[in-house]
Nanobody
């Protein structure tokens, strides 16, 4: 069982940056690949980024490549999403998720989810 809690969301102007964090419970954090997803109003939840247990495999959605960076600190049971050059279309609720096995880009393959944190990009 893994419990996840996101933090770091907020209101930012276009071109700005935010760093999201996701703290996980449990003592086997490195056994889980972690993912970030987002859901905008009226849209389906979409994949943003994923990272394997020891950071050897990383995936990004094409629209965030070069702007977002996913990382993790297994000693602190935390995964991060550094978001730079934010755009209004990045506005969404951002969720972190955990899955056993390899990093995945499909939301149904994730077993545990956090409650989400709101990111709003607006001037």
């Amino acid at each position: 069982q893994v419990q996840l809690v996101e933090s770091g969301g907020g209101l930012v102007q276009p071109g700005g940056s935010l760093r999201l964090s996701c703290a996980a419970s449990g003592r086997t954090f490195s056994n889980y690949a972690m993912g970030w997803f987002r859901q905008a109003p009226g849209k389906e939840r979409e994949f943003v980024a994923a990272i394997s247990g020891y950071s050897g495999v990383i995936y990004y959605q094409d629209s965030v490549k070069g702007r977002f960076t996913i990382s993790r600190d297994n000693a602190k049971n935390t995964v991060f999403l550094q978001m730079n050059s934010l755009k209004p279309e990045d506005t969404a609720v951002y969720y972190c998720a955990a899955t056993t096995g390899p990093a995945r880009t499909s939301a149904p393959r994730y077993d545990y989810w956090g409650p989400g944190t709101q990111v709003t990009v607006s001037s």
